[in-house]
């Protein structure tokens, strides 16, 4: 996943997701009494989130899986004139020498993770990963998301234009719960289209085992919300949950 896809990610909507997380932060930052320093960004994708940090005076170290999304990344903190370190990372695998004041994962990445033993052992990496007292901020589709919204429509067109064409067939295993998304692109060059297929998977947990799983790594939850701008409590139809977690 995330091969050749990247190229249609960064050209679409989708960073403006993290864009929004970084503006969104400051507050939660505030809520908590948090002045970190260093923050790491798991599943950084195209790196919108981490340089923005960046900008902002942090030294960020942001990892991904997919060597695509890495180089955008790193083509992104040039363009912007920040100095970013990216690394291809396993987020099931999290290991590093130093440790930071911060760690987030944006835009459901979590949700890729397929398995409940995977999901608690990102979140035991993340913890390995911070300083004593440091912070976990994340967000998760939940199944009102992935079960019903992802399933309004048969196709979904998500970009149509001179140099994109993107569209999404959605389906929904309510045994396994888990959703899989069909994206079918097509990227100009020239007078030439390429055409680009992946399929991607989400599983929607519950928050009883997002909740165990944060307990077992040895992560203190310390807000669950349905919204982060607002800071409110989940309410039915709230297709998202953000986290708020602490290394104890």
């Known amino acids: 996943m995330y091969g050749k896809f990247a190229e249609i990610y960064a050209r679409g909507e989708y960073p403006r997701f993290s864009a929004a997380a970084a503006g969104l932060l400051p507050p939660v930052l505030r809520q908590f009494k ?3 320093r260093t923050v790491l960004d798991v599943a950084c994708g195209e790196g919108t989130f981490a340089v923005a940090m960046a ?8 990892v991904d899986q997919s060597r695509e999304m890495l180089r955008l990344a790193r083509m992104r903190a040039r363009t912007e004139g920040v100095r970013v370190r990216f690394l ?3 987020m099931r695998s999290l290991s590093f020498r130093e440790e930071f004041d911060l760690a987030t994962c944006w835009y459901d990445s979590l949700n890729y993770l397929l398995r409940q033993e995977d999901l608690e052992r990102t979140f035991r990496g993340v913890r390995r990963a911070l300083k004593e007292g440091g912070f976990f901020i994340f967000d998760m589709n939940n199944e009102h998301a992935l079960s019903v919204v992802w399933q309004r429509n048969p196709s979904n067109v998500q970009q149509d234009d001179a140099e994109t064409f993107e569209v999404h067939r959605p389906s929904w295993d309510p045994k396994r719960r888990i959703a899989t998304l069909r994206i079918t692109g097509f990227i100009r060059s020239g007078k030439m289209w390429t ?4 399929e991607h998977r ?3 947990y519950g928050l009883p ?10 992560l203190r939850e310390l807000a669950v919300w349905g919204s982060i701008r607002d800071m409110t409590p989940v309410r039915p139809g709230n297709g998202r949950v953000w986290i708020v977690a602490q290394k104890s």
Do not use: F
């Not at 055409?195 to 992946?198: A, M, P, S, T, V």
């Not at 997002?210 to 790594?217: E, K, S, T």
């Open 55 to 62: 900008k902002n005076g942090h030294p960020v170290t942001g």
């Open 34 to 36: 948090m002045k970190p």
């Open 202 to 204: 989400e599983r929607a």
């Open 209 to 218: 085992k997002i909740r165990r799983c944060l307990r077992n790594a040895g």
């Open 195 to 198: 055409r680009i297929d992946e």
């Open 88 to 90: 291809r990372r396993d």
